[in-house]
């Protein structure tokens, strides 16, 4: 008698133990899941906000040539470059919704690293383009005050530009962290 008691209470205690493994699993992705869709808001906070800068910046350039009926010094360049930001921001927004919708985790993990070369890609190809912008623009009109101002202004946009490339890459890796330890904890909850 006392062997099937204990047989009965070790089979309840097993199952007891299942279910709360089941639970703490349940537990931990809906965890990851929400740190995720933080991280992806986050990201399209930022991404969002320096849209809206950006377009403002476009505008302003577009209403003063306008206003200056042409006279706007290197205009076509100045727009030609806020132009090319504007579209590689507005295709990282398109992207990062992309993510947000995708419910199968291989093909986020594949939208996270297509987002991840975009950014790099408008790094990579920004920064030459705008010191050629700039070295042409101190050759022409090379007074003091002018040097001054654009190298005080160019020197506080790299130092936030630095800070929001590791604040945008450590999203990102905690994106990608996030995603394939959620693709490994449901492939073993389909086991």
């Not at 099937?4 to 089979?11: D, F, N, P, V, Y």
């Not at 205009?75 to 990282?92: C, D, E, M, R």
């Amino acid at each position: 008698m006392e062997l099937e008691e204990l047989q009965k209470a070790w089979k309840e205690l097993n199952e007891r133990v299942n279910q709360n493994e089941l639970v703490h699993q349940q537990q931990i992705i809906e965890m990851l899941s929400r740190q995720k869709e933080s991280c992806l808001q986050r990201m399209l906070r930022l991404e969002k906000g320096g849209f809206c800068f950006l377009l403002g910046m476009t505008l302003l350039i577009l209403m003063d040539f306008i206003y200056l009926k042409g006279q706007l010094v290197f205009w076509q360049a100045t727009f030609g470059i806020l132009l090319y930001v504007l579209t590689l921001n507005f295709i990282g927004i398109i992207k990062l919704e992309k993510i947000k919708t995708e419910r199968n985790l291989e093909e986020q993990i594949k939208n996270v690293l297509q987002y991840k070369k975009l950014f790099h890609w408008g790094y990579i190809t920004g920064y030459p383009i705008v010191t050629i912008f700039l070295g042409v623009f101190f050759y022409n009109y090379h007074q003091w005050w002018m040097v001054l101002t654009i190298s005080i202004l160019m020197l506080m946009a790299i130092l936030t530009d630095y800070f929001l490339f590791h604040y945008v890459s450590d999203r990102i890796k905690e994106l990608t962290r996030v995603n394939k330890e959620l693709a490994e904890l449901k492939e073993e909850h389909k086991e």
